[in-house]
């Protein structure tokens, strides 16, 4: 079985640091794109940028470009979504989804990482 | 970037009605990067459709997707309790990737 979990829930403060993960399972890790998604609370979907971990490809969305950042560690199935200095607008749910190819649909998804930055 | 705008905002149905979703674009898509996803309160988006027409594995034969260009719909034959969630449509085709604003099926 296909399976995508991310890391737990994040509270922090403006200007803090933060990584959050998803571990693949149920295939080859390498083989999909990992793309990352936020949805702000009680909004819609916003696709952030894709990444391939075969060879850390990333491409970011110009809305998320500079503020975030991909990266992975293939041996253990890995994807990592990071900030280094959060903003109280960073405030929602994280999903990292994967697709088999650079431009095809988002297969599966993983549950979700709410992050709440606050002073 | 494509902006996607999806109507009616809200759809107020009794389960075994038909719903008829609609997702314009502001300029062509290639009708294979099109894809409508589910999400229900508290859960990830599931995918449905994806190329427009094709159902994703697992997804019931009431729910089919249609559409060219920069008009797409997404139609549920027969509403079952299940399905009043909230539908968005994505393009994948050109960077960066934009999902619209949503349709909320909601019960009647």
């Known amino acids: 079985e296909v399976q995508l979990v991310q890391s737990g829930a994040e509270v922090k403060k403006p200007g803090e640091s933060l990584r959050i993960s998803c571990k693949g399972s149920g295939y080859r890790f390498s083989s999909y794109w990992i793309s990352w998604v936020r949805q702000m609370p009680g909004k819609g979907l916003e696709w952030m940028g894709r990444?391939?971990?075969?060879?850390?490809?990333?491409e970011y969305s110009p809305s998320f470009q500079g503020h975030v950042t991909f990266s992975t560690d293939k041996s253990i199935s890995t994807a990592y979504l990071q900030w280094s200095s959060l903003k109280a607008s960073d405030t929602a749910m994280y999903y990292c989804a994967r697709h088999p190819d650079p431009n095809t649909q988002f297969e599966d998804w993983g549950q979700g990482t709410p992050v709440t930055v606050s002073s | 970037d494509i902006v996607l705008t999806q109507s009616p905002g809200t759809l107020s149905l009794s389960p075994g009605e038909r719903a008829t979703l609609s997702c314009r674009a502001s300029q062509r898509v290639t009708s294979r990067y099109l894809a409508w996803y589910q999400q229900k309160p508290g859960q990830a988006p599931r995918l449905l459709i994806y190329g427009v027409s094709s159902r994703a594995t697992g997804i019931p034969d009431r729910f089919s997707g249609s559409g060219s260009w920069a008009d797409f719909t997404l139609t549920i034959s027969r509403v079952e309790p299940e399905d009043f969630a909230v539908y968005y449509c994505q393009q994948c085709g050109t960077s960066p990737w934009t999902f619209g604003q949503g349709t909320r099926v909601e019960v009647k």
């Open positions: 990444f391939d971990p075969s060879d850390s490809y990333s």
